[in-house]
């Protein structure tokens, strides 16, 4: 969609778009429906659940930001760190049982016994929230979450916020070791021209953002590390951060 000409192409054979792999930025939703005039329906799976657990109905509208329903014979609990059932609208783990779910990891028994409950369910390490008509929302990756002061972050809420810049062209953000707050928010931004200033940036967060998700530390680049399919990978943010 950064592509000027992209805009320019006929959309009306597009039937379905399909997201996965990394959470669909609402304001990547919106300017996508607002391009092709079709919405972008997203799922949600793991290598573990063959992979599909979750899908959203074609029509997406009236859930925003939603991974959809279990797909048919799958059942979708959110777990504490006990590994009890939490109500709806609590965030937890997310859990997935059902026929695509595998049976455990080859030859590693201590592994499978650390993310198989005992009732057949597979912890995904994901956080996510049900709400009362079975619709999951994920929140972010459990390992990916920041501690600051004892107030838990999570970095998709900070990079959604910080995506709706219009000066920015797409971000991630991670948590570095602080003295004072154990973990502090740390920014990095693409940004779409030089004109965007880490002051403008810091402002922004401000005004958006409670005071303890505000990031401390902003960094531009040119570009941001991800996978093959265009996945941000922070965890190579994370190992740079560590090593300097």
Not at 59 to 66: C, F, K, L, Q, Y
Not at 106 to 113: H, K, L, R, S
Not at 117 to 129: A, I, L, M, N, Q
Request: glycine letters at 10%; charged letters at 25%.
């Amino acid at each position: 969609m950064n592509n000027r000409d992209f805009a320019k192409r006929d959309f009306s054979g597009l039937r379905v778009t399909l997201g996965g792999g990394m959470a669909v930025q609402r304001v990547v939703s919106e300017k996508w429906l607002e391009v092709t005039g079709c919405p972008i329906i997203e799922g949600y799976g793991l290598s573990e659940t063959s992979p599909t657990a979750t899908l959203n109905p074609p029509d997406t509208t009236a859930v925003p930001g939603s991974i959809g329903l279990p797909v048919p014979s799958t059942e979708i609990a959110i777990l504490d760190d006990d590994d009890q059932p939490l109500p709806s609208g609590q965030a937890g783990e997310i859990a997935i049982r059902g026929p695509q779910v595998m049976d455990g990891y080859w030859n590693c028994p201590e592994e499978t016994a650390r993310v198989m409950t005992p009732e057949g369910y597979f912890k995904s390490g994901d956080v996510g929230v049900m709400d009362e008509r079975g619709f999951v929302r994920i929140v972010d990756r459990k390992k990916d979450m920041i501690l600051v002061s004892g107030f838990n972050v999570y970095p998709n809420e900070v990079e959604g916020v910080v995506a709706m810049h219009p000066g920015v062209l797409e971000c991630a953000c991670i948590g570095q070791p602080d003295a004072r707050s154990g973990e502090a928010v740390k920014l990095f931004v693409v940004p779409q021209d030089d004109s965007l200033t880490e002051e403008q940036l810091f402002a922004y967060c401000r005004e958006q953002l409670s005071g303890y998700k505000k990031p401390k530390y902003i960094e531009f680049r040119k570009e941001l590390p991800k996978t093959n399919v265009g996945k941000i990978l922070r965890r190579e943010l994370r190992e740079e951060t560590v090593v300097a």
